[in-house]
């Protein structure tokens, strides 16, 4: 026996373990594998993340980092250790009280390095907390709200509430419309209970691993797997003509191969899996796959994909969409205008970074059909195309939607649950697929490339007459959701303002770089760092307010958008720059250090809610009288950690008058909920919030007239004999409305319809069915109505505050005022957690991050390559919410999830 194989002993939450400690094995391995641990996570597996940290003898540490066979005698705490059935550390209560918690992925790492801080240092300051937190990467919630969570924690513990009781934690989650309720299952995100993807482990399952192309383009000749079917614990490899169905797929374009036939056209692409018994045989059965390839000329731009005689990526050729806007006469607009700016603008390509990679696990129903879990954004989407690729019956393939750790649009597209219900179904076992973080950096669809030219005219008083605009997209290897970003880009590319003249060309092309498509803003980040950038420099000829102008221009009610829409309501533009001018006011900027100036910025922008253009956009919702008396709310939307299945079931408890700790949502089981489309564009507080409402009037309605029939008799009467309108339901409780007297609980009622086989059910359903496909807008009159794009818009103005240093230009972001009208505000809390993390996530966007390829390879295929924004790089952020009630929104609400960002 060498020392590395010798037993260790270590105790893990005060339980002594004595382990065979394999010599690669790390902690985070021994944790999850062989404990069974699900708080510590797995983000990177490499030092960048933070999510597997851990406190051992006392310390913080990357768990992924330490070697099991290091850690003799070691003593670990991880979040499992904190709570008590009957109690929550102090740190997880006030993850929760604070709203600290979105996803969660990254919540048991930043509680534990947390908690190493303040088992040191019970009163820390700002700096310190920064500084104990530095290495652990939250991608949702801008850190704001961690900050002040550790504050929180730290004032409990000196108060002698090192832990809290569970029903405090509990009493968080109460609160209609309009409160800061905290998130349904937020006792189990801030525990580590909660069952991500990858927490899924079945007896007997396979493990899958992809062979990826070596080439961005080539042909492939020939795969030889006959040695990797040998290698120990392979069960099998596939190729392409094991794909039973469709062999390709994709949600608007099936273009990309689920397995590679005959052509590689970037790097990420799938040219084989081998299912094996141990992940580690997997992965080592991969090298002994031989692929002949013959090697293409790599087309790594859209300038160069468009030119005359450029390689084809695809037969079809390399333009994948074009768009073209116009609205009135811009040659006119032009001619008319007294000051003319122009100017070329480019934005790279960025990476989603969520922290919980890919992850997905299939196995057989049992009946000839297959059950996969997984954690995308629309279940239905992504069963549809399960369905056409293992040519089964829709009713063979059920698609359970789990939690998701973090999505920002980098979750629409398939990546691992074809494979996995390919080798699940033909294999007769589960089957895991769990992807590394270089891989899903490999794989992952990205945010576009652009390049945005702008001509803006304007009068000497600054209103504008016209905009030119030519916008040019790389959409990577595959159409993803690109045509859609494309169009997004185009029809906003002229910002929140009303111009009377516009035309604007986009062009989408095909390239051999890693596929792009949705992500948060949708095509909208890129052109409206482009035509802000515009209204700057128009300002700074004309010599006015950078407000003023855009004040000035602002669209507001009967304004006309550049795509033909009249504006009716609801439209924040305005509010948002003048409470954000307001906030700015009151700052007393800093003085400049020497070497440094100070400046400030603003910028403002809008976003569609609702996919719109005429597209089907509906969904629906089942609510369902449980026999405890709790409400059972039903629908497609996936939350994707934004807190959207919280904010549901804030609106059915508003409109049913059932408390909210007395609602339960599920959501995404293709078998078992309504059916939803994607969580994408901003449109599930929009979209299933009305269909919710819906539900949650006719619910209200039975359970009056049932509770009336239930009461017979004793039923009140109102002025005209009819039961109904005397009873109300308030708490819970059905009440007669005469004098509030308590005559059935739920509970009650639950009981009385289960002897006779009942419940109470009902069903809503909302269809955003008025929007339009886009036309041109005619100079001369025409009609409103067939111009209505979307259904609304929400608006945000943001203003940030910078130091600048003057011989290198380093930029350091010191404040940020952000102001976002999301119509109705349904929970305080997490709109202003949206507006810190998308406001984190857009400094990213400026100043630190970007996904680098040179000739189709990847330059930055980690984490930290990324410069993905640690708490470090913090600004204090003023979060505004400005409420602009939408008439058809669910009680008023748009829904703001992408604007911030
Ligand atoms: S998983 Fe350990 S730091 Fe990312
Ligand atoms: S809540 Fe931190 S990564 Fe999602």
Same mark, same amino acid.
């Given at each position: 026996?060498?020392?590395?194989?010798?037993?260790?002993?270590?105790?893990?939450?005060?339980?002594?373990?004595?382990?065979?400690?394999?010599?690669?094995?790390?902690?985070?391995?021994?944790?999850?594998?062989?404990?069974?641990?699900?708080?510590?996570?797995?983000?990177?597996?490499?030092?960048?993340?933070?999510?597997?940290?851990?406190?051992?003898?006392?310390?913080?540490?990357?768990?992924?980092?330490?070697?099991?066979?290091?850690?003799?005698?070691?003593?670990?705490?991880?979040?499992?250790?904190?709570?008590?059935?009957?109690?929550?550390?102090?740190?997880?209560?006030?993850?929760?009280?604070?709203?600290?918690?979105?996803?969660?992925?990254?919540?048991?790492?930043?509680?534990?390095?947390?908690?190493?801080?303040?088992?040191?240092?019970?009163?820390?300051?700002?700096?310190?907390?920064?500084?104990?937190?530095?290495?652990?990467?939250?991608?949702?919630?801008?850190?704001?709200?961690?900050?002040?969570?550790?504050?929180?924690?730290?004032?409990?513990?000196?108060?002698?509430?090192?832990?809290?009781?569970?029903?405090?934690?509990?009493?968080?989650?109460?609160?209609?419309?309009?409160?800061?309720?905290?998130?349904?299952?937020?006792?189990?995100?801030?525990?580590?209970?909660?069952?991500?993807?990858?927490?899924?482990?079945?007896?007997?399952?396979?493990?899958?691993?992809?062979?990826?192309?070596?080439?961005?383009?080539?042909?492939?000749?020939?795969?030889?797997?006959?040695?990797?079917?040998?290698?120990?614990?392979?069960?099998?490899?596939?190729?392409?003509?094991?794909?039973?169905?469709?062999?390709?797929?994709?949600?608007?374009?099936?273009?990309?191969?689920?397995?590679?036939?005959?052509?590689?056209?970037?790097?990420?692409?799938?040219?084989?899996?081998?299912?094996?018994?141990?992940?580690?045989?997997?992965?080592?059965?991969?090298?002994?796959?031989?692929?002949?390839?013959?090697?293409?000329?790599?087309?790594?731009?859209?300038?160069?994909?468009?030119?005359?005689?450029?390689?084809?990526?695809?037969?079809?050729?390399?333009?994948?969409?074009?768009?073209?806007?116009?609205?009135?006469?811009?040659?006119?607009?032009?001619?008319?205008?007294?000051?003319?700016?122009?100017?070329?603008?480019?934005?790279?390509?960025?990476?989603?970074?969520?922290?919980?990679?890919?992850?997905?696990?299939?196995?057989?129903?049992?009946?000839?059909?297959?059950?996969?879990?997984?954690?995308?954004?629309?279940?239905?989407?992504?069963?549809?195309?399960?369905?056409?690729?293992?040519?089964?019956?829709?009713?063979?393939?059920?698609?359970?939607?789990?939690?998701?750790?973090?999505?920002?649009?980098?979750?629409?597209?398939?990546?691992?649950?074809?494979?996995?219900?390919?080798?699940?179904?033909?294999?007769?076992?589960?089957?895991?697929?769990?992807?590394?973080?270089?891989?899903?950096?490999?794989?992952?669809?990205?945010?576009?490339?652009?390049?945005?030219?702008?001509?803006?005219? @304007?009068? =000497?008083? +600054?209103?504008? *007459? &016209?905009?030119?605009?030519?916008?040019? #997209?790389?959409? %990577? $290897?595959?159409?993803? !959701?690109?045509?859609?970003?494309?169009?997004?880009?185009?029809?906003?590319?002229?910002?929140?303002?009303?111009?009377?003249?516009?035309?604007?060309?986009?062009?989408?092309?095909?390239?051999?770089?890693?596929?792009?498509?949705?992500?948060?803003?949708?095509?909208?980040?890129?052109?409206?760092?482009?035509?802000?950038?515009?209204?700057?420099?128009?300002?700074?000829?004309?010599?006015?307010?950078?407000?003023?102008?855009?004040?000035?221009? @602002?669209? =507001?009610? +009967?304004?006309? *958008? &550049?795509?033909?829409?009249?504006?009716? #309501?609801?439209? %924040? $533009?305005?509010?948002? !720059?003048?409470?954000?001018?307001?906030?700015?006011?009151?700052?007393?900027?800093?003085?400049?250090?020497?070497?440094?100036?100070?400046?400030?910025?603003?910028?403002?922008?809008?976003?569609?809610?609702?996919?719109?253009?005429?597209?089907?956009?509906?969904?629906?919702?089942?609510?369902?009288?449980?026999?405890?008396?709790?409400?059972?709310?039903?629908?497609?939307?996936?939350?994707?950690?934004?807190?959207?299945?919280?904010?549901?079931?804030?609106?059915?408890?508003?409109?049913?008058?059932?408390?909210?700790?007395?609602?339960?949502?599920?959501? %995404?089981?293709?078998?078992?909920?309504?059916?939803?489309?994607?969580?994408?564009?901003?449109?599930?507080?929009?979209?299933?919030?009305?269909?919710?409402?819906?539900?949650?009037?006719?619910?209200?309605?039975?359970?009056?007239?049932?509770?009336?029939?239930?009461?017979g008799p004793d039923a009140p009467v109102d002025g005209v004999g009819q039961p109904g309108p005397a009873l109300d339901l308030r708490?819970?409780?059905?009440?007669?409305?005469?004098?509030?007297?308590?005559?059935?609980?739920?509970?009650?009622?639950?009981?009385?319809?289960?002897?006779?086989?009942?419940?109470?059910?009902?069903? %809503?359903?909302?269809?955003?069915?008025?929007?339009?496909?886009?036309?041109?807008?005619?100079?001369?009159?025409?009609?409103?109505?067939?111009?209505?794009?979307?259904?609304?818009?929400?608006?945000?103005?943001?203003?940030?505050?910078?130091?600048?240093?003057?011989?290198?230009?380093?930029?350091?972001?010191?404040?940020?005022?952000?102001?976002?009208?999301?119509?109705?505000?349904?929970?305080?809390?997490?709109?202003?957690?949206?507006?810190?993390?998308?406001?984190?996530?857009?400094?990213?966007?400026?100043?630190?991050?970007?996904?680098?390829?040179?000739?189709?390879?990847?330059?930055?295929?980690?984490?930290?390559?990324?410069?993905?924004p640690t708490i470090e790089r913090l600004p204090e952020i003023t979060a505004i919410p400005v409420e602009d009630p939408h008439p058809?929104?669910?009680?008023?609400?748009?829904?703001?999830?992408?604007?911030?960002?």
């Amino acid at each position: 026996m060498t020392m590395s194989d010798e037993a260790i002993e270590l105790t893990v939450n005060g339980v002594l373990h004595r382990v065979q400690a394999a010599p690669d094995m790390t902690l985070l391995s021994f944790l999850r594998d062989t404990l069974g641990l699900t708080g510590p996570k797995n983000g990177c597996g490499e030092g960048h993340c933070g999510t597997c940290t851990v406190i051992v003898n006392g310390k913080a540490q990357r768990s992924c980092l330490l070697r099991l066979n290091r850690l003799r005698g070691a003593q670990v705490e991880t979040i499992e250790g904190l709570s008590t059935p009957s109690t929550l550390h102090a740190l997880q209560y006030a993850f929760l009280e604070q709203g600290a918690v979105q996803c969660g992925f990254c919540t048991p790492g930043m509680i534990m390095a947390a908690k190493a801080l303040l088992d040191s240092d019970p009163d820390p300051d700002d700096a310190a907390i920064r500084v104990a937190l530095a290495h652990n990467l939250c991608r949702c919630t801008g850190y704001v709200k961690i900050v002040a969570a550790v504050r929180r924690a730290a004032e409990l513990i000196r108060h002698g509430q090192a832990q809290v009781p569970r029903e405090r934690a509990e009493a968080l989650v109460a609160g209609g419309v309009g409160k800061s309720a905290a998130r349904l299952d937020g006792i189990e995100r801030v525990t580590g209970a909660l069952r991500y993807t990858a927490d899924l482990n079945r007896p007997g399952q396979l493990y899958g691993r992809v062979l990826r192309s070596r080439y961005p383009h080539a042909e492939v000749l020939s795969i030889d797997t006959s040695e990797a079917r040998r290698a120990p614990g392979v069960v099998a490899v596939f190729t392409a003509s094991d794909v039973p169905g469709r062999k390709h797929f994709g949600e608007l374009i099936a273009d990309q191969p689920v397995l590679a036939v005959d052509r590689v056209r970037y790097v990420g692409d799938a040219v084989a899996v081998v299912y094996a018994e141990t992940e580690a045989q997997a992965a080592a059965a991969l090298d002994l796959i031989r692929v002949e390839y013959r090697e293409l000329p790599v087309v790594d731009g859209p300038e160069a994909a468009l030119a005359p005689g450029a390689p084809k990526v695809h037969e079809k050729g390399n333009l994948l969409k074009d768009v073209h806007i116009r609205k009135g006469d811009v040659a006119a607009g032009f001619a008319e205008a007294d000051i003319i700016v122009e100017g070329t603008y480019r934005t790279p390509f960025i990476e989603h970074a969520y922290m919980e990679p890919e992850a997905c696990l299939a196995e057989p129903d049992g009946e000839g059909g297959v059950v996969v879990y997984e954690g995308s954004q629309g279940p239905w989407p992504i069963h549809e195309q399960i369905v056409a690729s293992l040519a089964l019956p829709p009713e063979k393939v059920r698609v359970v939607h789990m939690p998701v750790g973090g999505a920002f649009g980098g979750k629409e597209d398939v990546t691992l649950q074809i494979l996995a219900a390919l080798g699940a179904w033909r294999l007769g076992r589960p089957v895991k697929m769990v992807m590394g973080r270089r891989e899903s950096i490999r794989v992952s669809t990205k945010r576009h490339a652009e390049t945005v030219h702008f001509r803006t005219g @304007a009068k =000497r008083d +600054g209103r504008l *007459t &016209a905009m030119e605009v030519t916008i040019h #997209a790389d959409t %990577g $290897a595959y159409a993803s !959701l690109g045509p859609s970003v494309i169009f997004r880009s185009a029809s906003f590319a002229c910002g929140p303002y009303e111009v009377p003249n516009v035309k604007v060309d986009a062009y989408l092309a095909y390239t051999n770089n890693v596929p792009c498509g949705a992500m948060r803003g949708f095509g909208n980040p890129q052109v409206t760092f482009a035509c802000e950038l515009q209204m700057d420099e128009l300002a700074r000829r004309l010599g006015m307010d950078p407000f003023a102008l855009r004040e000035l221009n @602002a669209l =507001r009610p +009967g304004s006309v *958008t &550049a795509t033909g829409e009249v504006l009716t #309501a609801s439209v %924040g $533009a305005l509010p948002t !720059l003048q409470a954000v001018r307001a906030a700015l006011a009151r700052v007393e900027l800093p003085a400049p250090r020497p070497g440094k100036r100070i400046g400030v910025g603003v910028a403002a922008s809008f976003k569609n809610v609702g996919l719109g253009g005429g597209l089907k956009d509906e969904a629906e919702a089942r609510l369902q009288l449980q026999a405890d008396g709790t409400l059972l709310v039903r629908t497609g939307c996936s939350d994707l950690g934004g807190g959207a299945e919280t904010a549901m079931a804030q609106l059915a408890s508003e409109v049913t008058g059932v408390p909210l700790r007395a609602v339960r949502v599920h959501t %995404g089981d293709t078998r078992l909920d309504p059916r939803g489309g994607m969580t994408t564009a901003s449109r599930e507080t929009f979209i299933t919030g009305n269909a919710v409402v819906a539900a949650a009037r006719a619910w209200r309605e039975r359970v009056l007239e049932e509770a009336a029939e239930a009461l017979g008799p004793d039923a009140p009467v109102d002025g005209v004999g009819q039961p109904g309108p005397a009873l109300d339901l308030r708490e819970g409780r059905i009440v007669a409305v005469a004098d509030g007297r308590e005559l059935l609980s739920l509970r009650e009622l639950a009981a009385r319809l289960a002897e006779q086989g009942r419940t109470v059910e009902a069903h %809503g359903r909302y269809a955003a069915d008025s929007t339009r496909a886009y036309k041109d807008v005619p100079a001369g009159p025409y009609d409103p109505a067939e111009h209505r794009l979307h259904v609304a818009y929400c608006f945000g103005t943001q203003a940030a505050v910078v130091e600048v240093d003057e011989a290198t230009g380093q930029v350091d972001v010191l404040r940020v005022i952000a102001a976002h009208d999301a119509g109705t505000i349904i929970n305080p809390q997490a709109v202003e957690g949206q507006i810190e993390g998308g406001v984190m996530m857009g400094l990213g966007y400026a100043l630190s991050e970007a996904f680098v390829m040179r000739e189709g390879q990847i330059v930055t295929d980690t984490l930290r390559k990324l410069g993905v924004p640690t708490i470090e790089r913090l600004p204090e952020i003023t979060a505004i919410p400005v409420e602009d009630p939408h008439p058809e929104g669910p009680l008023g609400a748009k829904g703001m999830g992408e604007l911030p960002a």
